[in-house]
């Protein structure tokens, strides 16, 4: 079965450069979702969309935004990166706005700022 | 602030054994709960939900949940080496788009 796709897998980074990070839903799948998972750390919910409008905000810095397409897929771009930035990200998509039976998850974006 | 607590561990077991992981809410208006899988370095895979109170089974798995007591619990039966991980906890609210993650529970179970 279809899952969620994202890319790239690996990102390295400078600070003060600028990152896009894409995430491609299992399709038919309406809502995309995206949280940050420093090391160690439990994923923090950054923003999600539901019909491309967005949908719910965390805690996504400024200097971050994101955006759902027409096609449903969802891009995270990250500006003026920080040694703090270096994490996972995550993906996830659903159908449909909290979705009870729970998010399916990508395999992840590791992003390293250095 | 809406929180889900976990106890961090680690939990070790010894394989054939089960293992009972634990979670607490704040957030009375949290309608459903899940629990995740993660190892390291990977996504986050689902094992189970719960919406209702009481005990739900899947295979090796059962979850529990208590709204009145704010609590939720996953039991693993017949713990084998590859259910070695961390399992986060997670709870949806009505209406709500976000999970919110516990720390999660590192378990380790010894062959």
């Known amino acids: 079965a279809a899952g969620v796709i994202q890319s790239p897998r690996h990102l390295i980074k400078e600070k003060r450069e600028t990152a896009t990070l894409k995430c491609y839903p299992i399709?038919?799948?309406?809502?995309v979702y995206w949280y940050q998972q420093g090391p160690g750390q439990d994923p923090q919910f950054l923003i999600s969309?539901?019909?491309?409008?967005?949908?719910d905000k965390g805690s996504i810095p400024d200097r971050f935004s994101a955006q759902q397409f027409s096609d449903y897929h969802s891009e995270l771009n990250m500006s003026s990166l920080e040694l703090g930035d270096s994490a996972l990200y995550f993906c996830?998509?659903?159908?449909?706005?909290?979705?009870?039976?729970?998010?399916?998850f990508g395999s992840g974006t590791r992003l390293t700022v250095v | 602030q809406k929180e889900v607590e976990q106890n961090s561990g680690p939990l070790s077991v010894p394989e054939g054994a089960i293992a009972s992981l634990n979670c607490t809410y704040s957030?009375?208006?949290?309608?459903?709960f899940f629990w995740y899988r993660q190892y390291s370095g990977k996504s986050p895979e689902l094992i189970m939900f719960?919406?209702?109170?009481g005990d739900k089974e899947d295979g090796r798995f059962t979850a529990q949940l208590n709204k009145a007591s704010q609590y939720v619990s996953l039991l693993i039966r017949d713990s084998q080496p590859s259910d070695s991980a961390t399992y986060l906890c997670?709870?949806?609210?009505?209406?709500?788009?976000?999970?919110?993650f516990g720390k999660g529970t590192k378990l380790s179970v010894i062959p």
């Open positions: 997670a709870g949806l609210g009505a209406g709500s788009y976000q999970l919110t």
């Open positions: 957030d009375r208006g949290s309608q459903s």
């Open positions: 399709p038919r799948h309406d809502t």
């Open positions: 719960i919406y209702s109170n």
């Open positions: 969309f539901y019909e491309k409008m967005q949908s």
């Open positions: 996830a998509s659903s159908l449909g706005g909290g979705d009870v039976h729970g998010y399916t």
